[in-house]
């Protein structure tokens, strides 16, 4: 099923012209968990693999003997998601409590290689801001799952570019690391639903009578709202309901229940014109994206310029901890609105780095260049 971001709540370029000097597109990714092909674009593979090609490794030393068995991980998670909607049996629940703990496998020393963990596999005819190396047209993203590598002590990315039309016989099975760092390291299997979208630069970044001039209509709009509670609540105590602000009797006459009438309602406030801000409505989108710009809500800008040219890098790849959450709820695509609290649409892959969002910079100029990270 194609997802598709309802539009913006407002024609934001018709109220600031200026915003069409900062606009970027980016390709939402819409992740949903299932097993994809290799021929097909996907998070946690399998991956369009050669049969004779090396398995990238880790070869840095750190601890890898401690740490969350991935067998455990997987089970843990089909285990939780069977049980969704009902209380575990005492079985099930012996099983999670056993699996909380970090295991010690002493087979497997600092110094030793350790596979690293497939995290995506892009086809630029799916992903259309997907920035390729001339002549390539699939790129196959991997890490180590463990968190410390680094001054910053993340997990260590490496990015492979392919021509996929080269690749011959698949490598099947494809090698994982027996142990992880971090449940939260390890993404759930996903099939992806690429659909492009408009952006516009982050806030902070645009030139100071932009922002004053943005600043000063959500504050128009902020007041607005304001207003118009107020006067809802002068309504509510005219004699128009029980005495506790509810509705009048004949308003839910027309319904079966009260629990029926308090559904059509909640429905209809959900449908109601929410507060619209800049950076959560119109500014950049949520979830796991190609291109497009980066936040920088927990930080201030930063700098991401190429090591090799210095030009500037801006993401390949946004890799974050849910696909919408409550600030960026006018994101939540139109097919999956009926289902918008569901763990499966909120948190499709079950990632989470850094304090939710990882970004992958790599150079315009040359996508070959070393690759950046950035995390807030």
């Given at each position: ?8 709540p ?5 109220m ?8 970027r597109t ?21 991956l ?8 990238p ?17 997987r089970?843990?998670r ?28 002493p ?9 690293m ?7 630029t ?37 392919r021509r ?10 494809q ?15 996903c ?7 408009v ?22 709009l ?22 506790h ?29 929410e507060?619209?801000?800049y950076?959560s ?37 946004t ?26 649409v ?31």
């Amino acid at each position: 099923m194609a997802r598709t971001t309802p539009p913006r709540p407002v024609g934001v370029e018709a109220m600031f012209p200026a915003l069409a000097g900062h606009r970027r597109t980016a390709t939402r990714l819409h992740p949903r968990q299932g097993m994809a092909k290799p021929e097909e674009s996907s998070v946690a593979g399998p991956l369009l693999w050669p049969v004779d090609d090396p398995w990238p490794m880790c070869t840095a030393s750190h601890a890898k003997g401690r740490g969350h068995p991935l067998s455990d991980v997987r089970l843990r998670r089909r285990v939780q998601d069977e049980a969704r909607g009902r209380d575990f049996t005492e079985d099930e629940r012996r099983l999670l409590d056993g699996m909380t703990r970090a295991t010690h496998l002493p087979a497997l020393g600092d110094e030793d290689p350790l596979p690293m963990l497939a995290v995506a596999q892009l086809y630029t005819r799916d992903v259309p801001d997907l920035v390729a190396p001339a002549g390539h047209d699939l790129l196959q993203v991997f890490w180590c799952p463990f968190e410390a590598h680094g001054p910053e002590r993340t997990v260590d990315v490496e990015l492979r570019w392919r021509r996929a039309a080269e690749v011959g016989a698949v490598l099947a099975p494809q090698p994982e690391p027996p142990v992880v760092g971090r449940e939260e390291c390890v993404p759930t299997p996903c099939v992806l639903h690429p659909e492009q979208v408009v952006e516009y630069e982050y806030l902070g970044l645009l030139d100071e009578e932009l922002q004053d001039a943005i600043a000063e209509w959500e504050d128009e709009l902020l007041g607005d709202a304001e207003e118009c509670d107020e006067e809802d609540d002068e309504g509510e105590g005219r004699g128009e309901g029980d005495g506790h602000g509810s509705a009048a009797p004949a308003e839910h006459a027309r319904y079966a229940t009260y629990e029926a009438y308090e559904a059509a309602m909640a429905a209809d406030r959900t449908q109601e014109s929410e507060e619209i801000d800049y950076m959560s409505d119109l500014s950049i989108a949520p979830g796991w994206k190609v291109g497009g710009f980066a936040s920088w809500h927990l930080t201030d800008p930063g700098p991401v310029d190429c090591s090799m040219c210095g030009t500037a890098m801006p993401p390949l790849l946004t890799v974050a901890a849910v696909e919408c959450d409550g600030a960026s709820r006018s994101w939540l695509p139109t097919e999956d609105r009926d289902a918008m609290d569901a763990p499966r649409v909120i948190d499709p892959v079950g990632v989470y780095l850094g304090r939710g969002l990882m970004r992958v910079h790599t150079c315009p100029t040359d996508p070959t260049h070393p690759h950046r990270l950035t995390f807030q």
